[in-house]
């Protein structure tokens, strides 16, 4: 099973979810937005994908300097509390598979975590060339 963290309006969680559809999968699609996070469910995630909450943060594009969250002295229980209250501070997307979690930034990380790719030629939302016309990873 393919599970996804995913943020509609964000182009490289479109562009992993248009990945994991290409090759085969239908995952379950969790719009964390929508659904907010849990504390448990938070810290399952980091720990699997080998993050913390401050290397989990979202700095562009989100309230994390607004809230005064950017400085190193900022704790990880009051990272993880502002997640909770606005989960966009959280970065996407983040991928479960069998072979392991990952936050899938640039989103061809994504094949990592794949047993089957696209079988040909795709490309992300801005034409950039991820498996060239034989399926082989272009980066």
Not at 48 to 55: H, S, V, W
């Amino acid at each position: 099973m393919v599970v996804i963290h995913h943020n509609p309006e964000c182009g490289t969680s479109r562009n992993v979810l248009a990945i994991i559809r290409a090759a085969g999968y239908e995952p379950r699609v969790i719009e964390y937005i929508k659904e907010g996070w849990t504390k448990p469910q938070l810290l399952a995630l980091f720990a699997a994908a080998d993050l913390t909450p401050r290397t989990a943060l979202r700095t562009t594009k989100s309230p994390a300097e607004e809230l005064g969250l950017l400085g190193e002295s900022v704790s990880d229980e009051v990272l993880l509390a502002a997640m909770l209250k606005h989960p966009v501070l959280v970065n996407r997307p983040i991928v479960c598979t069998p072979k392991g979690v990952k936050l899938c930034r640039p989103s061809e990380t994504v094949l990592d975590l794949l047993e089957k790719w696209p079988e040909s030629n795709f490309e992300k939302e801005d034409g950039e060339k991820v498996l060239d016309k034989n399926g082989r990873r272009m980066s």
